[in-house]
C-alpha cells in the first residue's frame, strides 16, 4: 500500500489547498517575528508541517500549525509537509510530538513516580493554579488512595492534599485519566469504603441483605459494612 | 484558508426516496425474479433512476437470436419514445430473483455477468453504454464503451439504508457517461513494443474516426514524444500535473499531430508530450510535487472530449505507470511469444499490480469506482512458428496453473479470452512487419505509410475496442 499512496511522503503543497483547524490560540508576536526570521531566511519551512488528505488534493494540518500559521503571516505560497495517514490516533499521537496537547497518563494504573512527575509538570507550567502545593506529599497520598476505584478526581480533594475542588482539580484532568474498576460489593476496607458516599454505601449495604441501615450516619454505615 | 468539502446533495425527491426504502423493505426474503421485479424493480428503482414508462421497454430483443434482456432503458426525447421506437437503448438491465445468489464471483454472478455482456455486444445493443446486474440483494453496473465492458463500481450489497445513495451514485454516473476510454498500455518488461502500439493504435483509431489523445507518460525514455517528433507546446505537462489548485488547464499542454495524405486530405490526434522539466525530473522530486492520483484528475477534464486516451507507460511499477494505471479504465498489455518474462509479467499485473491499484481506487471513492481491470494480452510483431505457438501456450497453462494454486486468481479469460470447455486457446497476434520497426525513423505511425500494417492495426483495434 505505501507504495500506492503519499502517506509518508515530503510534499511541497500550495497552502491555499490546506486547510488548518487549530482554533488554539497563538502569539501573534511569535508568529508575525517568526513569519520575519522565515522571510530573511531562504523562506524554506525546514520543520515541516504534518498534514492528512482529506480529498484529492486537499490536506488538512494535524501538527505543527504553528508553521501554518507562520508560513501563511509569511506569504509563503507553498509549504513543506509530511503526509500522515488519517488515523484518529496518528492525529493524536502527532499533535502530542508536536508539543501541542499535553499527553495524559492512566491514574488508575500509574505508579507513584509518575503521578509525581506529572504532578511536578503541572506547577512548573507558569500559569499554574497548583502553587503551594506539596507534591510529595500529594503524590503519596494520591498513590495509596484507591484510585482503582475512581469515577472521577474529584475524590482528591479529600485527601488534604491541598489540592481542592474547582481549578485546581480541574487543573489535574490536563494529566490524568481514568479506567476505573467497579468495586466489589464484599470491599471491607474501611479506608476504602469512607471514600463513598452515603447513598452508595446504603446501596452496599442493601447488596450485603443488611437490614435497619437506612436510618444511620456514614460513620455508623462504614462501621457495619467493614465487619 | 478554510474551505469545506462538498456535500454530495440527493437529487432523489423525498417520494422517490420513501417509496425505493419501503419497497425494499417489504419484498420477501426469497422473493423469485418476478416479484424482485413487480414489487421493487419497475415499481420504484426505475423511476428513482429516471426512467418513466416511456423510457422502458421489458423484454428487450437484444438481437442475439431472440434472446431477450429484462429491460432497456433510454431516456426518451419529444418525438423519439423509446417505448415506441425500440431501438438504442443506453442502459441494459438483467434481472434475477433474490433466490439467485449474486454475491462477486459467485457461481451465479458469473453467468450473470456473462449473460449480461452476451446483451451488450449484441447487435441491437451497439448504442448500449451501461448494464446492470442485480436481484435487489446485490447491484453491479458496467460499462461498455465500445466493445469493451469493465466495472464501473464494485458488487454492491443492498440494504434499506443504503439503497437510495447507491441509486443515486448509479443513477448520477448514466447521467454523466464520459465519452472517453483511457487505456493504459502496460508491461513490467520492456522492449514489448509498447510505444509502437500505442502510436499505430492511436493512428488507426483516428483512421476509424475516433477523437484519440495519447499520453506519453515515460518520461525517462520520451520515445513516444521523439518518434512523432512533437516539440512540447508552451505551457509544460509538468506544471499541470503539479498544480494541485486546478489553475493550468490540460489543454494547454496538448499538441495536435496532423498528417496530411496524397490529396489533402488531414487527419489529427492529439498528444500531450514529454517536457524537459517531466524528463530530467527524478522520482524522488516527482513524488513531493506529483501524487498517483494527479494524472487521473488532470485526464479526467478532458473525457468529455475523446473517445480514446491512450497512454504510453514505462516498464517498471514506480510512480509514473503507477500512475497511468490509476489513471486507466482499463490496462492493454502487450507481450512477445518469445519472451517468457513479458508472459509472466503480464500475469503478475493481473493478479497483484491491478488488485492493488482497485483497492485503492475503491478506498478514495468509498467503494464507487473499481479500478483498472486488463484486457486479453496480445503477442506483438514477432514471426511465429507453429511450434513457438505451442511452446508460449505451454509455458502460458504453466503460469496460469500456478496463479490459480498460489493466489487462487483465475487468469484464463485475460490469457486466452475465447476459451471454452473444450478449449480454445487462441491469443490475439499482431502479425509482424519490418515496416513497423523502420518507421521509427521516420517519424510518422507505420499504419500511415503501409497499408499492410493499418490492415493489422486495424484487426487489433477491432478485435479489443471497436464495436
Known amino acids: 500500500m505505501s507504495n500506492l499512496s503519499d502517506v509518508g511522503n515530503l510534499m511541497y503543497l500550495d497552502l491555499e489547498i490546506i486547510e488548518s483547524s487549530n482554533e488554539t490560540k497563538m502569539s501573534e508576536y511569535l508568529i508575525q517575528a517568526s513569519a520575519k526570521e522565515l522571510n530573511n531566511s531562504s523562506g524554506r519551512n525546514w520543520i515541516p508541517l504534518v498534514v492528512k488528505e482529506v480529498a484529492e488534493d486537499r490536506y488538512q494540518v494535524i501538527g505543527n500549525s504553528f508553521i501554518y500559521a507562520v508560513a501563511e503571516a509569511a506569504g509563503l505560497e507553498k509549504v513543506w509537509c509530511i503526509i500522515a495517514d488519517d488515523s484518529q490516533e496518528t492525529a493524536k499521537v502527532t499533535q502530542i510530538l508536536a508539543g501541542e496537547t499535553i499527553p495524559k497518563i492512566n491514574l488508575s494504573t500509574a505508579s507513584v513516580d509518575d503521578i509525581k512527575e506529572a504532578l511536578e509538570y503541572l506547577v512548573s507550567q507558569p500559569a499554574t493554579v497548583l502553587k503551594g502545593v506539596k507534591i510529595a506529599i500529594a503524590a503519596n497520598r494520591i498513590d495509596e488512595a484507591p484510585r482503582q476505584y475512581w469515577q472521577d478526581l474529584k475524590p482528591i480533594t479529600k485527601l488534604g492534599c491541598g489540592i481542592t475542588a474547582g481549578k485546581k482539580v480541574k487543573a489535574l484532568e490536563q494529566v490524568f485519566y481514568l479506567t476505573p474498576q467497579s468495586m466489589p460489593d464484599d470491599i471491607k476496607d474501611s479506608k476504602i469504603l469512607n471514600t463513598l458516599t452515603t447513598a452508595e454505601l446504603k446501596k452496599l449495604a442493601k447488596k450485603r441483605n443488611f437490614s435497619g441501615y437506612s436510618k444511620l450516619s456514614k460513620a455508623k454505615l462504614v462501621n457495619l459494612l467493614s465487619k | ?467
Not at chain 2, 32 to 46: K, Y
Not at chain 2, 355 to 373: D, F, M, N, S
Request: positive net charge.
Open chain 2, 1 to 467: 484558508m478554510v474551505f469545506t468539502i462538498e456535500q454530495e446533495t440527493l437529487q432523489l425527491s423525498s417520494e422517490l426516496e420513501e417509496q425505493l426504502v419501503e419497497d425494499l423493505k417489504n419484498l420477501p426474503e426469497n422473493a423469485p425474479e418476478a416479484i424482485v421485479d413487480n414489487n421493487f424493480i419497475s415499481t420504484s428503482f426505475l423511476n428513482a433512476l429516471g426512467f418513466g414508462l416511456q423510457d422502458r421497454v421489458p423484454e428487450f430483443k437484444t438481437g442475439k437470436g431472440t434472446k431477450a434482456v429484462d429491460y432497456g432503458l433510454r431516456f426518451s426525447k419529444d418525438n423519439d419514445l423509446f417505448l415506441h421506437t425500440q431501438a438504442n437503448p443506453h442502459v441494459l438491465i438483467e434481472l434475477k430473483g433474490r433466490d439467485i445468489n449474486l454475491e462477486y464471483n459467485s457461481n451465479s454472478y458469473k453467468t450473470t455477468f456473462k449473460q449480461l455482456k452476451g446483451y451488450l455486444l449484441s447487435s441491437n445493443c451497439k448504442s448500449a453504454h451501461w448494464g446492470i446486474i442485480t436481484n435487489s440483494k446485490h447491484i453491479q453496473l458496467f460499462r461498455k464503451h465500445g466493445k469493451v465492458i469493465f466495472p464501473a463500481t464494485p458488487c454492491l450489497e443492498i440494504s434499506p439504508e443504503n439503497i437510495v445513495d447507491i441509486t443515486y451514485k448509479i443513477k448520477k454516473k448514466i447521467e454523466e457517461t464520459s465519452r472517453a476510454l483511457t487505456v493504459a498500455v502496460y508491461n513490467n518488461k520492456g522492449g514489448v513494443g509498447k510505444t509502437t502500439t500505442v502510436i499505430n493504435l492511436a493512428a488507426t483509431l483516428t483512421l476509424h474516426k475516433k477523437k484519440v489523445l495519447v499520453v506519453d507518460f515515460d518520461p525517462n525514455q520520451k520515445d513516444l514524444t521523439d518518434s512523432l517528433n512533437i516539440n512540447p507546446a508552451e505551457y509544460k505537462f509538468y506544471h499541470c500535473l503539479k498544480d494541485k489548485k486546478d489553475l493550468v488547464d490540460l489543454k494547454q499542454v496538448i499538441c495536435p499531430y496532423t498528417k496530411t495524405f496524397k490529396g489533402g486530405k488531414t487527419i489529427t490526434f492529439d498528444v500531450i508530450p514529454v517536457d524537459n522539466e517531466l524528463a530530467a525530473i527524478d522520482e524522488d522530486q516527482i513524488r513531493t510535487e506529483i501524487s498517483f492520483h494527479s494524472l487521473r484528475k488532470k485526464l479526467a477534464s478532458v473525457k468529455y472530449d475523446y473517445d480514446y486516451i491512450l497512454i504510453d507507460s514505462p516498464p517498471n511499477w514506480k510512480f509514473h505507470s503507477i500512475s497511468a494505471v490509476y489513471a486507466a479504465d482499463v490496462v492493454l498489455i502487450p507481450t512477445k511469444h518469445n519472451n517468457i518474462r513479458s508472459l509472466q509479467n503480464a500475469a503478475k499485473t493481473i493478479k497483484q499490480y491491478l488488485p492493488e491499484i482497485q483497492q485503492v481506487r475503491q478506498e478514495k471513492t468509498q467503494g464507487l469506482e473499481w479500478g483498472a481491470i486488463s484486457l486479453p494480452i496480445f503477442f506483438n510483431g514477432e514471426i511465429i512458428s507453429p511450434a513457438a505457438r505451442v511452446n508460449a501456450k505451454k509455458a502460458i497453462t504453466e503460469i496460469i496453473k500456478k496463479a490459480k494454486v498460489e493466489t487462487k486468481i483465475d487468469l484464463t479469460p485475460f490469457f486466452f479470452p475465447r476459451h471454452k470447455p473444450g478449449s480454445n486457446t487462441s491469443i490475439f497476434e499482431l502479425s509482424n512487419s519490418a515496416h513497423i520497426a523502420n518507421s521509427a525513423f521516420n517519424k510518422l505511425p507505420a499504419v500511415y505509410r503501409y497499408k499492410v500494417v493499418y490492415d493489422y492495426y486495424s484487426q487489433l483495434a477491432k478485435e479489443y475496442f471497436l464495436q
